[in-house]
């Protein structure tokens, strides 16, 4: 997904800002009337990433768990971080 906005000073010209080849199948969204720096802080930029991610999470977590389960919470070992114990780094940092 490409946002592009037909203002855009350091993208010039603004169809630059789009992604068009054969190979990739893009999404190219027109924000008019708003300046480079203010696109990723547009609502409807930060709107549509967050339905993009959400559905992009959620068919991902759907393909990898046969039996549906909610997926795993931030800081749980199947969520792909370890909680480290800060005792023992300040034990072994001692030695």
């Known amino acids: 997904m490409a946002f592009y906005s037909d203002l855009d000073e ?3 010209p603004a169809v630059r800002g ?3 080849h054969p ?3 893009a999404r190219n969204v ?3 009337g708003v300046g480079h720096l203010t696109l990723p802080l547009h609502r409807s930029v930060i709107d549509e ?3 993009l991610l959400t559905a992009a999470g959620q068919g991902t977590w ?3 768990t ?3 389960g909610s997926p795993p919470q931030p800081g749980h070992p199947r969520h792909g971080h370890h909680r480290r114990d800060s ?3 300040t034990e072994e940092a001692g030695k």
């Open 87 to 89: 005792t023992a780094e």
């Open 18 to 20: 789009r992604i068009e």
């Open 30 to 32: 027109l924000v008019p």
């Open 62 to 64: 759907a393909a990898r």
């Open 10 to 12: 350091a993208v010039i």
């Open 49 to 51: 990433l967050r339905s």
């Open 66 to 68: 046969p039996s549906g």
């Open 23 to 25: 190979d990739l199948m």
